[in-house]
C-alpha cells in the first residue's frame, strides 16, 4: 500500500482555524463526516473527489481516498478541504484504480490528528480492507478497552478504528461476514462504506440513524454516497436509499443485499431534513429542500407574525423562510446578505477583526429593513451567541421590530450519534424557556416549530410519542440507543484509557 499524509505547518507560522473553533460557525450543530465509494469504473479516485467536493458541508477538518489498483491499495489522507488536497493532478494520480472511497471528516471522536482522518486500512489474514464511516458509537470506548486487553495495538483514537480490530478478531471467513458479525457487536449510529481487492461493502446500522444512498454511474459501476447530491455532480444515477440494518455487496457479478441485523425499528435523524444535508439531496424519498419549506409553512400555522417582511438568515434559512412566506402572504426578501469568500476555515484574524464577529459573514441591508416589522427565520437554535449578534445587526440597520422563528423545536441535548454538540449545559434552550430566550436574544417575539409540527413537515400525522419514528433526541431526548460509555463515564469517571487516548490526540 502507498500512502501519503498531510503538509504540516512551519513552527510558529499562522495555523488555519478549524471549522469547529471558527467564531464566525460555532454556534450550529455539525455533521461530522461524509462518505463516498464507487466500483467498477475508471478513474475511480477522481469521480470520488468530486463526490467528496458536493458533501463539502458534512466536514472540512480533513479528507481521504483510498483505491485499489489491481495489485495494492492506495491511500492519501490530508487536513483542509477537498478542492485545496485533491484537486492536483499529481494527488490523482496516486490514487490509480477502479475502485475507491473516500472521507470528509469534522472530528468527534478521536482527535483532529492526521492519523485520525479516513479512509483506514488494514491487512487482514484474508487480505486488505479500507474503511470510513458517518456516526458515532457510543460503546467504543467499552470495546476498546476489552481490545486493548486481549492485544490489540490501536494506530488512531477514532472509532472507526474499532470496527476494523473487531473485524480482524471474528473467525475467518468472507470479509463480508466478518464485517457484519463485527458490527453487531457495536452500538450506535454508522454508515459504512468499505472496499476489499473485489468488493466493495456498503451497510447502514440497523435503526438507519445516519444516511447512506447507493447509485448507479453510467450504468456499470455502482456508487455508494451518505447524500444523492453527491450522485449529481459524476452524472450518476439514484438508485435507492440502503435500508436500515442493511448490507450491500457489490462485485464485478453485480450487487447482493443482506440483512445481517436483527431488525429494530427505523430512526433516522430528523435533523438532517432540517439543516445537516444539501437541499438539493433526496432522503427516504423526499426532497431535503421541500422538506424545509414545509417546515416553515408549520411555523407559519403555529406562529404567525404581524410584520411587513420575512427575512431568512443565510444560507440554512432560506427554504423555510420561502414556505412561511407562502403560507403567511407575507412578503420574502432578502434583508440580510451573506459573504460567501468568507469559507468555512480561514487565517486567524487580529483581535480587531474578530471583534466584527458575524458581520464578516453577513450584512443587513438598511435599504430593505429601516423601519420595516421583520421576522427572521433560521434553522436552528443552540448557544444562542450569533443570533444575538444577528438580531442586533438588523436592528442597528433600523428595523422596527424583530421577531424570529426557528425552524425546528428547542435544541436541549447533546448528540451523541456523530453531531458535533455542545454539552447540554451550554445549550441555550436547556437552561432557559422561549420568553428568556426572546429577552437574551432581544427580539420582540421568538417562536419555534413543535415536534408535532416538524413531523407534519417529513411527511408524519404528528410524533409517535412511544415510538417516535425518526431519532429526535436532541429535542425531546429520547435516544434510541444504549450510551454505554456515556453511563461508565458517569459511574467510574474518565477511564485511564480515555484519559490515554486525550493526551494522545494533544
Known amino acids: 500500500m502507498t500512502s501519503e499524509g498531510s503538509q504540516g505547518g512551519k ?20 455533521e461530522e463526516c461524509g462518505v463516498f465509494g464507487i466500483f467498477g469504473t475508471t478513474d475511480a479516485a477522481a469521480l470520488t473527489a468530486l463526490g467528496l467536493h458536493a458533501l463539502q458541508h458534512r466536514g472540512q477538518e480533513g479528507a481521504g481516498i483510498c483505491s485499489f489498483d489491481g495489485e495494492r491499495f ?27 472511497i473516500g472521507h470528509v471528516r469534522y472530528s468527534t471522536a478521536g482527535g483532529s490528528g492526521t492519523r485520525n482522518i479516513q479512509p483506514f486500512f488494514a491487512d487482514l489474514a484474508t487480505g486488505g480492507i479500507a474503511v470510513a464511516h458517518n456516526g458515532n458509537l457510543t ?24 470496527i476494523i480490530h473487531l473485524t480482524a478478531r471474528t473467525e ?19 454508515s459504512l462504506v468499505a472496499i476489499t481487492n473485489k468488493k466493495m461493502i456498503g451497510v447502514r446500522d440497523p435503526m438507519g440513524v445516519r444516511p447512506l444512498a447507493l447509485g448507479r454511474y453510467e450504468g456499470q459501476g455502482w456508487v455508494l454516497a451518505s447524500e444523492s447530491c453527491a450522485f449529481d455532480i459524476i452524472g ?61 409553512r408549520e411555523l407559519a400555522r403555529e406562529a404567525a407574525a404581524d410584520v411587513d417582511m420575512v427575512i431568512p438568515v443565510p444560507d440554512s434559512g432560506v427554504p423555510a423562510a420561502i414556505g412561511f412566506a407562502e403560507e403567511s402572504g407575507i412578503p420574502f426578501e432578502l434583508g440580510i446578505i451573506r459573504n460567501h469568500y468568507v469559507g468555512r476555515t480561514f487565517i486567524e484574524p487580529s483581535d480587531q477583526i474578530r471583534h466584527l464577529g458575524v458581520k464578516l459573514k453577513h450584512n443587513a441591508s438598511r435599504a430593505q429593513l429601516e423601519g420595516k416589522k421583520v421576522v427572521l427565520i433560521d434553522d436552528s437554535i443552540v448557544r444562542g451567541t450569533t443570533s444575538i449578534k444577528i438580531v442586533q445587526m438588523v436592528r442597528e440597520a433600523g428595523a422596527k421590530e424583530v421577531h424570529m422563528r426557528i425552524a425546528s423545536p428547542p435544541t436541549i441535548n447533546s448528540c451523541f450519534y456523530g453531531v458535533n454538540t455542545p454539552e447540554t449545559e451550554e445549550l441555550l434552550a436547556y437552561r432557559m424557556n422561549v420568553e428568556e430566550m426572546a429577552r437574551v436574544i432581544n427580539v420582540d417575539s421568538l417562536a419555534f416549530v413543535s415536534l408535532d409540527g416538524l413531523y407534519r413537515a417529513v411527511g408524519e400525522a404528528k410524533r409517535n410519542n412511544d415510538m417516535p419514528q425518526y431519532c429526535d433526541a436532541c429535542f425531546s431526548g429520547a435516544y434510541p440507543t444504549k450510551l454505554t460509555d456515556r453511563s461508565h463515564a458517569k459511574s467510574n469517571g474518565p477511564s485511564q484509557l480515555s484519559l490515554l487516548i486525550e493526551q494522545a490526540a494533544e
Not at 467499552?142 to 474499532?162: C, H, N
Not at 475467518?172 to 454508522?190: F, H, Q
Not at 433516522?268 to 437541499?279: G, I, K, L, N, Q
Request: hydrophobic share 30%.
Open 11 to 30: 513552527p510558529g507560522s499562522k495555523t488555519e482555524i478549524s471549522y469547529g473553533t471558527n467564531p464566525l460557525d460555532d454556534d450550529k450543530l455539525h
Open 74 to 100: 492506495n491511500l492519501v489522507r490530508r487536513h483542509g478541504l477537498v478542492g485545496d488536497q485533491f484537486t492536483k493532478q499529481k494527488v490523482i494520480n496516486q490514487l490509480s484504480g477502479d475502485s475507491a
Open 139 to 162: 460503546n467504543a470506548e467499552t470495546l476498546r478497552s476489552e481490545l486493548v486487553a486481549q492485544g490489540s495495538i490501536f494506530q488512531s483514537t477514532s472509532d472507526t478504528e474499532t
Open 172 to 190: 475467518t471467513g468472507p470479509i463480508a461476514d466478518r464485517l457484519s458479525r463485527a458490527l453487531r457487536r457495536v452500538e450506535g449510529a454508522y
Open 236 to 296: 450518476a444515477e439514484f438508485v435507492r436509499d440502503i435500508e436500515p440494518g442493511e448490507m450491500v455487496i457489490i462485485t464485478e457479478s453485480g450487487l447482493e443485499s443482506r440483512r445481517p441485523f436483527p431488525p429494530a425499528p427505523s430512526k433516522f435523524c430528523v435533523f438532517e431534513y432540517v439543516y445537516f444535508a444539501r437541499p438539493d439531496s433526496t432522503m427516504g424519498d423526499q426532497s431535503v429542500y421541500e422538506a424545509r419549506k414545509q417546515i416553515g
